[in-house]
């Protein structure tokens, strides 16, 4: 099996940019600017717990196990460059298949950030599909943005709509590397990382990064369509689903007050950005309610005794 898709490989084409190396030699070869940082992550996503093979495309799997780290550079308002793709598969013949939909979806993606798959491995062995992925990224400013930084006073952010990823944005999310990279041209971002988990329990982390505590608005969050359909099934209300579903895979980031006019004056989108919180100097991330009264946002919901 790995022979035949290494010459499934071989035929396919990727854009490279110049003085790269991908899929062929014993190593992928990257260039990489003097005095540019370079930034890594890498997922691990299996057949059971991060989807049901029997409820995506092979196609699909390839596509968010690459996605999802092309999310985590965006979330450090970096640039993807390069992309390792490992795939451990059923034995059988559905591996060839399988292994062939996987690479063509994440090799899809890639294309579109300027993210090739540069290298990989593959086997088979007697349990269910296993997708990695590394993804190497280039920091085009002094340092990449981090979830430590954000200072109180400072303005909170999240780019899209929250909630309802589970109808379907979490296998066709965009990852927001753009809108990263332009906020990032517009203002001093002080803090940032992207919604992998859900609102109440991301934000707690950002908060806890960089040592202060977070107010945030019920009435300006921006609830997705889905997040109101779920809600007519759970009896949640959307707002509920806009602060504890995950995988919105959206960019939250802090910005310094005095940046806020200038940032919504010249943010041209087409992704919206909405103003959702502030950041405060004490420990403990709080939600204002509708009515104006505040309590503890707590991760999965608030417990009213
Ligand atoms: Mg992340």
Redesign the pocket.
């Given at each position: 099996m790995e022979q035949a898709f290494l010459k499934y490989l071989a035929q396919q084409k990727q854009t490279l940019p110049t003085e790269t190396l991908g899929i062929g030699d014993d190593a992928a070869v990257l260039s990489w600017p003097a005095e540019t940082k370079l930034v890594v992550c890498t997922d691990l996503i299996s057949d059971e717990t991060d989807f049901h093979l029997a409820d995506v495309t092979p196609q699909q799997i390839g596509r968010k196990a690459l996605a999802i780290n092309i999310?985590?550079i965006a979330?450090m308002a970096c640039q993807p460059v390069g992309a390792l793709l490992t795939l451990l598969l059923p034995k059988g013949d559905v591996s060839l298949p399988l292994a062939q939909g996987i690479y063509e979806g994440a090799a899809q993606l890639g294309e579109q950030f300027g993210c090739p798959i540069i290298g990989g491995d593959t086997n088979t062995w007697p349990g269910k599909v296993a997708v990695s992925v590394t993804v190497f990224g280039r920091c085009p400013a002094e340092k990449p943005l981090l979830r430590k930084g954000a200072q109180p006073g400072d303005a909170i952010f999240v780019t899209g709509q929250l909630g309802g990823s589970i109808l379907g944005h979490h296998i066709d999310f965009t990852p927001r590397v753009h809108e990263a990279l332009q906020l990032r041209q517009i203002c001093g971002l002080s803090a940032g990382?992207?919604l992998?988990d859900g609102l109440s329990i991301d934000l707690p982390r950002l908060c806890e990064q960089s040592r202060v505590g977070a107010e945030i608005e019920s009435r300006p969050l921006p609830v997705s369509p889905a997040a109101i359909q779920m809600a007519a099934g759970t009896g949640k209300t959307p707002q509920w689903h806009a602060l504890n579903d995950g995988e919105d895979f959206e960019l939250l980031f802090t910005v310094p007050a005095g940046e806020v006019e200038r940032l919504e004056r010249e943010w041209s989108g087409p992704v919206p950005i909405t103003r959702i919180g502030t950041i405060l100097a004490d420990p403990g991330v709080w939600l204002v309610n509708e009515k104006g009264s505040r309590e503890p946002l707590q991760p999965e919901g608030f417990s009213h005794q």
């Amino acid at each position: 099996m790995e022979q035949a898709f290494l010459k499934y490989l071989a035929q396919q084409k990727q854009t490279l940019p110049t003085e790269t190396l991908g899929i062929g030699d014993d190593a992928a070869v990257l260039s990489w600017p003097a005095e540019t940082k370079l930034v890594v992550c890498t997922d691990l996503i299996s057949d059971e717990t991060d989807f049901h093979l029997a409820d995506v495309t092979p196609q699909q799997i390839g596509r968010k196990a690459l996605a999802i780290n092309i999310s985590d550079i965006a979330a450090m308002a970096c640039q993807p460059v390069g992309a390792l793709l490992t795939l451990l598969l059923p034995k059988g013949d559905v591996s060839l298949p399988l292994a062939q939909g996987i690479y063509e979806g994440a090799a899809q993606l890639g294309e579109q950030f300027g993210c090739p798959i540069i290298g990989g491995d593959t086997n088979t062995w007697p349990g269910k599909v296993a997708v990695s992925v590394t993804v190497f990224g280039r920091c085009p400013a002094e340092k990449p943005l981090l979830r430590k930084g954000a200072q109180p006073g400072d303005a909170i952010f999240v780019t899209g709509q929250l909630g309802g990823s589970i109808l379907g944005h979490h296998i066709d999310f965009t990852p927001r590397v753009h809108e990263a990279l332009q906020l990032r041209q517009i203002c001093g971002l002080s803090a940032g990382m992207d919604l992998s988990d859900g609102l109440s329990i991301d934000l707690p982390r950002l908060c806890e990064q960089s040592r202060v505590g977070a107010e945030i608005e019920s009435r300006p969050l921006p609830v997705s369509p889905a997040a109101i359909q779920m809600a007519a099934g759970t009896g949640k209300t959307p707002q509920w689903h806009a602060l504890n579903d995950g995988e919105d895979f959206e960019l939250l980031f802090t910005v310094p007050a005095g940046e806020v006019e200038r940032l919504e004056r010249e943010w041209s989108g087409p992704v919206p950005i909405t103003r959702i919180g502030t950041i405060l100097a004490d420990p403990g991330v709080w939600l204002v309610n509708e009515k104006g009264s505040r309590e503890p946002l707590q991760p999965e919901g608030f417990s009213h005794q």
